[in-house]
């Protein structure tokens, strides 16, 4: 058998601490286990409702690495190798765009699109490290229009017109990568 579903992702960051705050009260992860004894700079988060002990870890590389400015761009897919960005699912609409929101308000926020099955937010973290966050079409509520949607260039997110369609609290995923 092989890979089944990503367990957690790392990242190296300048400020373990400034990680830790952006991700816990912006993207509401919660802090996780316990770096071993010994480890200094080294946080391990778990997003809400995860059965992982972790789901992103953050090691400190300190103040003097590189780090792109905010409107930089990674140059992974331009100049060199690497990790585009990471993507994290919501429950619901109303998730969404509470997180659009406080994305917003903390200069984070630099996109959105409709994908037709799936109705994404785009970010960077303090480091300019770029995020995903993400709200996926139901199963049973995938229709013509939303797979069409994913042979199109993205178009843009219009929240309320989706939760209009697909109901504000909807729960997202379920079939598709939460069992129905």
């Not at 002990?53 to 060199?80: N, T, V």
């Not at 994305?103 to 937010?121: N, P, Q, R, W, Y």
Request: glycine share 10%; hydrophobic share 40%.
């Amino acid at each position: 058998m092989g890979v089944t579903r990503l367990n957690h992702a790392v990242l190296f960051v300048r400020d373990v601490a400034r990680s830790v705050e952006f991700y816990t009260t912006v993207l509401d992860f919660e802090q996780a286990m316990q770096p071993p004894d010994g480890f200094t700079g080294v946080a391990f988060l778990k997003a809400p409702g995860s059965t992982n002990d972790h789901d992103l870890g953050l090691f400190q590389i300190g103040p003097g690495a590189a780090s792109l400015p905010p409107a930089a761009h990674s140059p992974a897919g331009r100049s060199a190798v690497g990790l585009y960005h990471l993507a994290w699912e919501v429950d619901t609409l109303d998730t969404l765009e509470r997180l659009a929101a406080r994305l917003s308000e903390v200069g984070s926020l630099i996109g959105s699109a409709d994908h037709g099955t799936t109705k994404s937010l785009y970010a960077r973290d303090p480091d300019g490290l770029e995020f995903e966050v993400v709200w996926l079409v139901p199963a049973d509520q995938l229709d013509d229009a939303a797979f069409a949607g994913r042979a199109r260039p993205p178009a843009p997110l219009d929240l309320a017109k989706e939760k209009q369609r697909y109901g504000a609290q909807t729960r997202g995923g379920v079939g598709v990568s939460v069992p129905a």
